[in-house]
């Protein structure tokens, strides 16, 4: 069986082939920054649900659909997508030597069933290296990554400590959503 990726992240793509799951991709039109939740929980909840419900607007269930959206925040602070290279220095500086929570909502629905599933992973960063930041910014890898932020990449040797799972950070809690695919029959 398939389902519907409702994101256009190559993160959560790649996350979905690493694991063997079938799947078609597809971009979904939703305004998250149109949203004013100020809590990062509320603000993640209704970014997926809010992709969902744009996604079932145009299309039916005849195939299961994932959707997510992930946030990254510092001091209780959300860190969006950076609008530019400056805007992806100042997010970075601000996660640099910090701790940072990432939460990755997802929703998933069938015609049999639905699951959503919010999680959290924090990270411990040790100041990250002027040098090896700029080379990061200019790498554009930083674009479309909620909080500019690639824990597979540019961050991974700057983790002193992590609680939660990696996939979370990267956008798809994979772990808690297989069991669910498998009760699905779409694995």
Partial sequence: MNLILASKSPTRAKILKKFGINFTQIRVNFDEEALQYIKLKDFVYHAT????QAYLSH???NIPVLCADTVVCVNEQILRKAKDKDDAREILLKQSGNIVSILTCMIYKSKRMEFIDLSA?????????TDKLELYLESDEWKDKAGACMVEGFCKPYIKKVTGFQSTAMGLSIEKLIPFLKLDHVL
């Fill in 49 to 52: 649900q809010g992709k969902m």
């Fill in 59 to 61: 299309n039916n269930l």
């Fill in 121 to 129: 992973t924090k990270y411990l960063f040790m100041p990250f290296e």
